[in-house]
């Protein structure tokens, strides 16, 4: 992709940023608990997060299962509504539930579901799944272009001959091929922006990375914006340009991929990387197994959420909840240890 020239000033020679394709302002979900017990009580999902998808870029949402990610991709995909908060496509403000208006903004935005199994309906075959794709973002397709668009679709996901898979249903597809028809449906819409929801990890662990490799293919080539959910940080490395890691509904650090990943700063995100398997870090590991469990989102710890794991908690951290601060490397983290005048302790490896 072609890099564009800023202004004729001082930094004329330094591009300018990819354009903003959909954003997350402060968005909130909370939901009702049921009940006679549940009367008054909500689970906090998700906690005023930020989150910017710039055409031409990946950011991983990283976290560990309950931390939001997935209900951060059904309220940007419209699937949910807000309890509070925005979503902007292209810097307007969206907010549609159905008709029309839904069906135009499922032509900017598609998301593609973390089981294909099940997100395809087993009844009908890979013809009439991508064939009611096309017919309903783009109507009016005589009987010729719509043969040339689904082979196209098929060609585009590396489903070669198009024949082979055309007619099949999905209980004749291996899990891969299966995921490769659902981003073939999605694609079908011509979208600007993908919302990835754990894409591979339904897969077996051989064909993963083939699929990670499409989807970077498809954004190079298509220019889309990508978010990329997934619980392995490892992953976020190799695929994402920019990493935001969620605990417990809040964002705790945000970055370059190989910032975060490599020199974490939260003493979550150090706690993700650590737990991620690596031969050489085996024994480590071992040594210092992760404080605790993540906490109930209905009646959350007051202050940071994550101080009852902490080992480098302080009183602060008990009763406010920390702003997002300066980490050094461009990054991001909500965590009163890079409060200004804070000294870090001993145990908190982040070079400078």
Same mark, same amino acid.
């Given at each position: 992709? +072609? ?56 950011? +991983? ?11 951060? =991709?059904?309220?940007? =995909? ?25 069906? +135009? ?12 199994? &099940?997100?395809? #309906? ?60 659902? /981003? ?22 051989? /064909?993963?990375?083939?699929?990670? #490799? ?19 940080? =490892?992953?976020? !490395? ?24 490599? #020199? ?22 071992? %040594? !210092? ?50 409060? %200004?005048?804070?000294?870090?302790? &001993? ?6």
């Amino acid at each position: 992709m +072609a890099q564009r020239e800023g202004p004729a000033t001082d930094a004329a020679t330094t591009p300018t940023e990819d354009p903003i394709m959909l954003e997350a302002r402060a968005l909130t979900k909370h939901f009702p608990v049921r009940g006679l017990r549940g009367r008054g009580k909500a689970v906090r999902a998700v906690e005023s997060v930020d989150l910017t998808l710039r055409r031409g870029q990946v950011v +991983a949402l990283v976290g560990e299962s309950g931390s939001g990610k997935s209900t951060v =991709a059904r309220l940007l =995909a419209q699937l949910y509504p807000a309890t509070s908060g925005q979503v902007l496509l292209r810097g307007e403000p969206v907010k549609v539930r159905f008709g029309r208006r839904f069906r +135009a903004y499922c032509r900017q935005v598609q998301m593609i579901f973390q089981d294909p199994f &099940a997100s395809l #309906n087993p009844i009908h075959t890979v013809r009439y799944v991508l064939t009611r794709s096309l017919r309903i973002h783009h109507r009016g397709l005589s009987k010729e272009e719509l043969e040339t668009r689904l082979a196209g679709l098929l060609e585009q996901v590396h489903l070669r001959p198009a024949e082979r898979y055309i007619d099949k249903f999905p209980h004749e597809l291996s899990g891969g091929q299966r995921q490769r028809i659902a /981003i073939a449906r999605a694609l079908g819409a011509r979208p600007t922006v993908l919302l990835a929801d754990e894409p591979v990890s339904m897969l077996d662990v051989s /064909i993963r990375l083939g699929v990670l #490799n499409l989807l970077k293919e498809l954004k190079e080539e298509l220019d889309l914006a990508i978010l990329y959910i997934t619980h392995d940080i =490892a992953s976020a !490395r190799y695929f994402a340009d920019r990493t935001v890691v969620m605990y417990a509904g809040e964002v705790v650090e945000s970055g370059d991929s190989e910032s975060v990943t490599q #020199n974490p700063a939260h003493p979550y995100t150090q706690l993700l990387v650590s737990s991620a398997p690596d031969p050489d870090k085996l024994a480590d590991a071992a %040594e !210092r197994p992760a404080r605790g469990e993540p906490p109930s989102l209905i009646k959350p710890p007051s202050g940071c959420r994550f101080h009852p794991r902490c080992p480098f908690a302080m009183d602060r951290c008990k009763t406010e909840s920390p702003p997002s601060l300066p980490a050094g490397d461009g990054r991001v983290a909500a965590c009163w240890l890079y409060a %200004e005048g804070v000294e870090k302790p &001993a145990g908190l490896e982040v070079k400078a």
